[in-house]
């Protein structure tokens, strides 16, 4: 379901996996495969909780169920659907930046596949998080939406990134950052619905604004001038 086999790591791996990881990635944040594999071997008791809170909900149990893969071969409609519909604004934000769902790396380390799909999830309805949000994907848009990601479920990873795409900042976006996007997604994070209990791609063919409120989503500020 993840795509490669999973490697279970003993506890002293899990800990060289996540120390190498975490080094790389401080000095190259691009490497997409360093941050998910410090995500990976640091997440595993946020992934557990999340895991049994979607086993509560509904909704969730439908994805465990059905376990969707949000890759092009699955949401291409989007690009057919009306331009006020979650899934057409999905599609603009993916369209606009040329980013492709099947560029997401594998899972590789955890112990069960159920546990592997929940981190693939999360990994792969970051995009949907950015769209409903409204945040950009440059610096401070996708430190905002980390912040919201660790309110959603205390990845680790989450607050080291919030940490290190922060410290990249220059004054300036320093300044925009804690005064504006911060307390925003804090309270966005705290406010909304669960959001990895929720079904998206069932709901491409509703109204954005209407899902938004719906889900108790919180738009971004726009950015003072």
Known sequence: MTGSALIKLRPW??????VGSAMGALF???????IAALGETTGKPAFERVLERMK???????VLLERPRVISANVGHAWDLPENTFGAAYARFMGSRNFSPDDRPPVRFMDTDELAYVAMRAREVHDFWHTLFGLPTNLIGESALK???FEQM???????????????FNQKQRSLFFQHYFPWAVKAGFQ??????????QHFHEDLEDVQRKWG?????????
Do not use: N, W
């Open 217 to 225: 989503i919180i738009p971004a500020p726009v950015a003072p001038k």
């Open 147 to 149: 912040v919201i990601e």
């Open 28 to 34: 190259d944040p691009r490497r997409a495969d360093l």
């Open 13 to 18: 791996q899990q800990a060289a996996v996540a």
């Open 56 to 62: 509560r909900s509904p909704e969730g149990r439908a």
């Open 192 to 201: 909304c619905t669960d959001l990895m209990c929720v079904f998206y791609e």
């Open 154 to 168: 205390h990845l680790p990873m989450c607050l080291l990134s919030v940490v290190g795409g922060t410290s990249r």
